[in-house]
């Protein structure tokens, strides 16, 4: 006997005021008959709110892999299933990747319902160029791998956009002060849709200065954007960069010379080392 599959929902849920879920997302959390949740107790609200009552389980990011076997078994007998995050639209910076992949390949129908994420709400009202842009998500934890991804972007001319939590707000702000200069156009949004929203704009190191002063701007949740680099900016630190690694190179080795001359002048490390070695 042929068993219609299911069909895999992504649904998009609110990153704060519970009032932006779509009413179509609330349909299909009522309508399915399986809800993977990051968090299952963090979404019961949520799920009460709509008057859902399919069961839920638990879909996190140390769980994903174990977890994507059952779910494809359940699609593929017939069953509905939403996936929701803890907070906007699932596999942005959250759980979802490796099911919709296993789903898609399978041939299981994945539809999307879309609503709110952060990134395009931060973007939406930043007033930075929104042609073009770069959504960078979280940058690493460790001081030196942020400042050297932060560096490898030294020269992006889209506009940037990272996710940030409270622990780290003022040593992203100053680590990016510290690389693309103090004088580069940046918006930070904080607890968009929330009771405390703010959006401050401003260059890097008076936006560094206002977190570092007021307590109050260092709590809940950010999206850091950062204006794109002008082509103008870009050349004259890579230049820069390239004459001191070149007076670096007289006196140590190359790779290290490049780590040197990047640190000092900001210019992105690999674009130092590359044209050199291949010009030997
Ligand atoms: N999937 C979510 C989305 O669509 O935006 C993102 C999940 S990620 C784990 C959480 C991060 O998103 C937070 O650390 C913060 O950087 C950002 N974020 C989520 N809600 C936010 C809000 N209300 N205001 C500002 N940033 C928010």
Redesign the pocket.
């Known amino acids: 006997m042929n068993v219609a599959q299911g069909r895999l929902w992504v649904v998009?849920t609110p990153?704060?005021n519970l009032d932006d879920l779509s009413p179509r997302a609330a349909d299909v959390l009522r309508t399915v008959q399986l809800i993977a949740a990051e968090d299952t107790r963090h979404s019961a609200l949520l799920l009460a709110r709509v008057g859902s009552r399919a069961p839920c389980i638990a879909l996190h990011e140390h769980n994903e892999r174990d977890q994507v076997a059952h779910l494809l078994e359940r699609l593929q007998q017939g069953t509905d299933i939403a996936l929701i995050?803890?907070?906007?639209?699932?596999?942005?910076?959250?759980p979802g990747y490796r099911l919709v992949r296993a789903a898609r390949d399978a041939g299981i129908c994945v539809s999307p319902v879309p609503g709110?994420?952060?990134?395009?709400?931060?973007l939406s009202v930043a007033g930075l160029a929104s042609d073009r842009f770069v959504f960078e998500?979280?940058l690493p934890a460790k001081a030196s791998a942020r400042r050297e991804r932060i560096g490898e972007l030294f020269a992006e001319a889209r506009t940037l956009i990272?996710?940030?939590?409270s622990h780290r707000i003022l040593e992203t702000l100053r680590d990016l002060v510290a690389v693309f200069g103090s004088e580069r156009q940046a918006v930070i949004?904080?607890?968009?849709?929330?009771v405390f929203?703010t959006v401050i704009s401003g260059s890097l190191a008076q936006l560094e200065a206002r977190v570092a002063a007021d307590a109050n701007q260092q709590r809940?949740?950010?999206?850091?954007m950062v204006a794109g680099a002008s082509g103008e900016q870009a050349d004259a630190t890579l230049a820069e960069g390239r004459r001191v690694f070149a007076l670096l190179c007289e006196e140590m080795a190359p790779a290290r010379a490049a780590r040197m001359a990047a640190a000092i002048t900001g210019a992105p490390r690999k674009a130092l080392y590359a044209p050199t070695t291949e010009s030997n």
């Open positions: 998009a990153i704060g995050s803890d907070a906007g639209t699932p596999l942005v910076s959250d709110p994420c952060a990134a395009i709400a931060a998500g979280f990272f996710y940030e939590s949004a904080r607890e968009l849709t929330k929203e809940g949740e950010f999206v850091v």
